[in-house]
């Protein structure tokens, strides 16, 4: 697929993180902020999340989602930023507009698709917000979702208070939509000659990850098949953490074979019963059985059971911090760099899936209004018009 050129009106993570997809493909990402209001720190608040790590504006909450990427910085509240967004748009031959502000400002800000289409018929349109465009006003803040969408209802232990996921899934699953619906859209309009309007609901697609969960309402399942379970499976058993003798170990015996496996083991015989032999039949004894495997574990320490478990192939993980995730022999190679001004270079997470010429490395997230400037000379502003805009508020 040929590179393009995106146009993001993106702040926080979700839109930042579908627009980064479009960077690892080697595509041109220009992403608008606002210009100064009041006393309010300038653009986008991620900015001045985390530790600084090259100005002030660069902060480490920010740089990893927005590399390779540039900057501009425009009033769109006033009718001259309106009319450079179109000029950019047209000179720089820009195909895709995406947008994650509320809806009900795309139209004040000339934004909205019926205005841009305006200015190219063909284009791909693509905005997240909360709930979609019927509800303009709500703003879309990953934990609120994961509360709305029920994640939290099925996240943590049984006994516990509803739990927050550990990652912003709501965030980079509403910025994966984007990603999948604009290369789609890519792939119609080669076809038809038309461009599209696309809309990400943060908790429509939040929901359509229940599958396991929502469609059981209807089967007059029990309340605790849709609720919290710990680190259980629902259906499998036995699949959970379990301590060993320094730290804990993840099983998951996901059919009949694997559990007969596990209890071939010397260590886990004891565990092997008729009853047993079946998933129904292990469901029934779910307490006893986690009971049991606890007993075990606990008395060998992890790399032992990691050893073991493996030779008879059954599913299980160590637990891993982070810092071991990233020396994982499967993961080490595949992860891009970026250079600091220092020179330093900082590991990224990996592409989602490896592809022929895949970048290794990339520039550091740009800094507030950095390519202001240039972006309006490549459009065709002069050297005067870009200094009055300046003057007036118009740019930054």
Known sequence: MKPRTVISMEQ???????????VQL?????RIEATPHGSALPGDPNRYIGDIVAEEDRRS?????????????????EAEGRELLGQI?????????CCNTLPSRYQSLGIDYDTLKKVRPDLIWAGISAMGPGYPDTPGYDPA?????????????????????GIPLIDLK??????????LALAEKAETGTGQEIHVSMLQAAASWLITTLPLLDFDCAPSEVTRCGNEHRKFIPVNAYPTSDGFIFVAIGNDVQWKRLVELEKFRGLDREIRRTNAGRHRERESIHGDMKMVTQKYPTLELLKELAGAKVPHAQINTISQVAQLEALASRLPRMSMPTGKAIRLAPHAVDRPGDRTEYDIAPRYGEHTGAILREAGVSEKTTEE??????IT
């Open 12 to 22: 926080a993570l979700s839109l930042s993180y579908a627009t980064l997809r479009f």
């Open 26 to 30: 080697g595509w041109r990402v220009i």
């Open 61 to 77: 909450y920010f740089v990893a989602p927005n590399v390779g990427k540039e900057a501009i910085a425009l009033n769109l509240k």
């Open 89 to 97: 748009i047209r000179e720089l031959d820009v195909e895709i507009f």
């Open 145 to 165: 979702i994961q509360a709305m969408a029920g994640y939290m209802e099925v996240t943590g232990d049984a006994e516990g208070p509803p739990t927050l996921s």
């Open 174 to 183: 509403a910025g994966d939509e984007v990603y999948a619906n604009v290369l």
């Open 389 to 394: 805009y300046r003057r007036r508020g118009i």
